[in-house]
């Protein structure tokens, strides 16, 4: 074909459009989505309800694994508050009685390290959290 016929040809088509349609359809959660789930049904009686059942169990076993970290997090954080009083404790006493004990020097060093150590955490920790604040609020 030469460039004229092939101009011509061009020239007597009529203009055409194509319209596509693109349908995405997205599904997440636990179970198939109903159709699928409808489907499962027709190629076996009572496979729906077995699927659905299968995803509540997993989903109250995966509640009461949560449930039992929570409580463990709970208790670890109570046992370690009241091991962190009986250790400050044993040691003020300890230091009040090298005080009296006539090693003045070491008892008084002892109560000063208790306390500095807690000043310290103290203070670490409240940067921690206005630095933990700062993060969030730039999110």
Known sequence: MNPKTQKANLQRRPDTHKRSTIIQEQFSGPIPHPRLLSGYETIHKGLADRIVSMAERQSLHRQTMEKTVVESN???EKLGIVLAFMTTLSFVGGGIFLI???KEIIGFA????VFAFYAYN???H??????DR???SSK
């Open 74 to 76: 709970i208790f670890n």
């Open 100 to 102: 009296y004990s006539n």
């Open 110 to 113: 002892t109560l000063i390290g």
């Open 122 to 124: 103290f203070i670490r």
């Open 126 to 131: 409240k940067k921690e959290d206005k630095n």
């Open 134 to 136: 700062k993060t969030e």
